[in-house]
């Protein structure tokens, strides 16, 4: 197989072989295989436990294959290490959830700062970096509200801006609105799209949705631990 490297003449970003993974005896995984190209946005779909949360966990390195590789912007991630895999956290690769995960005793402001802190941008430069995403994600006017003041999108929006606030390139989004009205979801998925176009990052969305696939360029399924 071509080695994959950040200057691959075909902008493949992601190369996913041969990806297999159990838990005790049952077969989760069973043989993945795809590429996700730079900027490409990938809706992929499947039924409740066919393993599209797992192979997500895979692609961030919280879990790791039993076998198989994954190649995400020249790192091959089931053979890195702890430090690498978090190196890899703090820059490439992010991740969005159906809950938020927003830090309560932080407000918006310092929850998308926080993750700029862990990477070492000045105090200048973050809160400007800050100031610009709370923006993007119409939200300026609640810098200073914490999660709990929140309603469910704009504690989405918040965690948004704090995904790509070191500029990943490829981004996780695992039911970003599984846990919102049809209405603010579909307000969500638009603003995801939008950025992840604006700032030309990769984005893998997983939805049980049609309609939301749509926002994306190209639909994969899984089926039977594989992408059929
Ligand atoms: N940590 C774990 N330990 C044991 N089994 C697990 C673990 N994580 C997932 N599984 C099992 O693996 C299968 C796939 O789970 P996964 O969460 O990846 O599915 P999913 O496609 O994301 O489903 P949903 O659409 O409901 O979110 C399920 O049968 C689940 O019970
Ligand atoms: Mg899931």
């Known amino acids: 197989m071509t080695k994959i490297n950040s200057t691959s003449p075909d902008n493949v970003l992601c190369t996913v072989s041969q990806v297999y993974k159990s838990y005790g005896s049952q077969s989760v995984l069973n043989g993945v295989d795809f590429e996700i190209h730079e900027g490409e ?21 919280i879990d790791r294959p039993d076998q198989g590789s994954i190649e995400i ?27 938020f995960h927003l830090l309560p005793t932080l407000s918006a402001f310092e929850n998308i700062e926080l993750s700029l802190q862990l990477i070492g941008v000045s105090p200048r430069d973050r809160r400007s970096r800050v ?6 994600v119409q939200l300026s006017s609640h810098a200073d509200a914490f999660p709990e003041t929140l309603s469910g999108g704009e504690r989405q ?71 059929g």
């Not at 992929?44 to 949360?53: E, F, Q």
């Not at 912007?73 to 992010?94: D, K, N, P």
């Not at 100031?131 to 993007?136: D, F, K, T």
């Not at 989004?173 to 604006?198: K, V, W, Y």
Request: aromatic share 2%.
């Open 41 to 61: 946005q990938v809706a992929l779909m499947g039924p409740s436990g066919s393993g599209k949360s797992t192979l997500l966990n895979c692609l961030s390195g």
């Open 73 to 99: 912007g020249g790192l091959e991630i089931t053979s890195a290490s702890a430090a690498e895999l978090a190196e890899m956290r703090r820059g490439t690769v992010s991740t969005v959830f159906q809950f």
């Open 131 to 136: 100031e610009e995403l709370l923006e993007a």
């Open 157 to 227: 929006r918040v965690a948004i801006a704090r995904a790509l606030a070191h500029r990943p390139r490829l981004l996780l989004a695992d039911e970003p609105t599984g846990s919102l009205d049809t209405q603010t979801g579909d307000s969500i998925l638009q603003l995801l799209s939008q950025l992840a176009g604006q700032f030309n990052i990769a984005m893998v969305l997983v939805t049980h949705s049609v309609d939301a696939a749509r926002i994306c360029q190209r639909t994969i399924h899984m089926r039977d631990g594989k992408i």
